[in-house]
């Protein structure tokens, strides 16, 4: 796997190093050793997916509270999405920054998220999927967001959403 840094520390885009062959290839997209030495959180315990049936689905901005706070490590399995994570941490010199880099099925990056991001995409194509490995259990009762527009972030999304759940649709300015 080859990491790369994002200019918000702690959030990595993931490419596959492939083992090629006229079969095709062979890589690992999760490595926990590979994680590890790179300080890149716990174990991932859960995994989940997300299937957008038509382009211009928006999910987002989520994060878990303390104490249910989550690494995350998400990957496009099927078509592609506009993956977006914004700094919530009030104390980090990135507060309020925000980086997006497209996941596509075609591509196969991954990105990780730390804890003290909120996560959020918009998919570019009909019939996007989504793939989570997580940290932690979901705990329902921490989850939080805000507004996928809220001008403290100023997010430059790629397309405006024409499908949008009540949820993240109602969520207030972080601001």
């Excluded at 062979?26 to 995994?47: D, W």
């Excluded at 010199?93 to 918009?122: C, D, K, Q």
Aim: some cysteine.
């Amino acid at each position: 796997m080859i990491f790369t840094e994002s200019p918000l520390p702690g959030v990595y885009l993931i490419e596959l190093e492939r083992l090629a062959d006229e079969r095709g290839f062979f890589a690992r997209s999760y490595c926990a050793e590979e994680f590890a030495a790179r300080g890149l959180g716990p174990e991932l315990r859960q995994c989940s997916v997300s299937y957008n049936a038509r382009a211009g689905t928006l999910r987002g901005m989520h994060y878990q509270g303390a104490p249910h706070e989550e690494h995350k490590l998400v990957r496009c399995t099927a078509g592609a999405v506009f993956d977006v994570v914004a700094d919530i941490r009030e104390s980090s010199p990135t507060y309020r920054r925000w980086f997006a880099a497209e996941l596509s099925a075609a591509n196969r990056l991954s990105m990780f998220i730390p804890p003290g991001f909120a996560h959020g995409f918009v998919s570019l194509a009909d019939h996007a999927e989504v793939y989570y490995m997580i940290s932690a259990a979901h705990a329902p009762q921490s989850s939080r967001g805000f507004r996928w527009n809220d001008p403290a972030f100023a997010i430059e999304w790629p397309l405006a959403p024409t499908v949008i759940s009540a949820r993240d649709a109602s969520y207030p300015d972080a601001g």
